[in-house]
């Protein structure tokens, strides 16, 4: 039998907005109670975005942070994973500024820059909640996310050999892995890495099951057993990805940042069912679900106990 199977949920992000579901938590309320729901449905590790309270628009605002990541804290014991991704229309600095007052014990990290294109969303809706939404979609298709050798160099030093924090390194192609490996060659990244492996973004590798198996037996050649991996695939993709992974000894993650569905043509009602229908399907398959203090072990976390908030 394998090892425990992590997993992992990303409560809201910064692609989906407020049109799109009425689910999709954006108050810092809304976002703690969907964190713990999804904590206590099975989720060890919780990946947090910020969302300004009035509109729901992504933030980079540490205040915003710290009306929900508290709360969350108190209520679970679910290792928190803030992400230095924020939004592709944000600085660096302003990427840092929420995890550098938290000190978390994981962050994600985009292993590179990439197109992320998200235009083609402004197709699905005819009218919208805010204006900020169609707006920050359009900007996306002549936008870069920008991560540069030096940007995950910065990161690394200022969020893990300062912060104690270890990464959730987010490979959307296959590149991505080569330009992990190249820091784990120069000291800066020590196993156990954990590399979440992301198909269906428009800029990265496509939803095909052949690509998941090329970007795991990839990372077998670069990695050996020195890492973790966990997948996520976008919208309809989410869960057969998933399910595959699982069966392949790897780890996953849903979550509404990741697909506001639950099956086709209807959407989740929170972070927490599809959690459960994750939950349910590694349980099927034989397989038993991470608690968050086996993640923390699996992942050589630094501990709850040792977070600034």
């Not at 409560?11 to 799109?20: A, D, E, L, N, Y």
């Not at 810092?28 to 206590?40: L, R």
């Not at 590399?195 to 050996?224: P, S």
Request: net charge neutral.
């Amino acid at each position: 039998m394998a090892a425990k199977v992590i997993i992992s949920c990303a409560v809201t992000g910064s692609i989906h907005t407020p049109t799109m579901s009425e689910h999709l938590p954006v108050t810092p309320e809304q976002i703690a109670t969907s964190a713990i729901d999804a904590a206590k449905a099975g989720a060890a590790i919780l990946h947090l975005h910020a969302r300004d309270p009035q509109n729901g628009r992504p933030t980079a605002d540490p205040a915003v942070y710290m009306q929900f990541l508290p709360r969350i804290k108190q209520a679970t014991d679910a290792v928190i994973n803030i992400t230095t991704g924020g939004s592709m229309l944000m600085t660096v600095d302003q990427r840092l500024e929420g995890p550098q007052l938290a000190a978390p014990e994981m962050c994600s990290l985009n292993m590179g820059s990439m197109n992320f294109g998200l235009y083609p969303l402004l197709e699905r809706y005819k009218s919208w909640k805010h204006e900020w939404e169609p707006q920050m979609l359009a900007a996306t298709e002549d936008a870069i996310f920008k991560n540069t050798f030096k940007d995950i160099a910065r990161i690394l030093a200022v969020m893990g050999e300062k912060h104690g924090t270890r990464f959730e390194h987010e490979c959307y192609d296959v590149g991505h892995l080569y330009n992990l490996a190249h820091f784990v060659d120069r000291g800066a990244v020590k196993p156990p890495f954990f590399v979440q492996m992301i198909f269906g973004i428009l800029g990265g590798i496509g939803a095909d099951m052949k690509n998941l198996f090329f970007m795991k037996e990839t990372a077998d050649k670069l990695f050996g057993k020195d890492y973790r991996w966990s997948v996520l695939a976008a919208g309809r993709h989410q869960m057969p990805f998933a399910t595959q992974a699982v069966m392949m000894g790897g780890n996953v993650r849903v979550g509404l940042e990741d697909s506001l569905y639950i099956g086709k043509g209807k959407l989740a009602v929170s972070n927490a069912e599809q959690v459960k229908k994750i939950r349910t399907i590694i349980e099927e398959l034989g397989f038993e679900i991470a608690s968050p203090a086996e993640a923390r072990e699996m992942l050589a976390l630094k501990g709850g106990d040792r977070v600034a908030f």
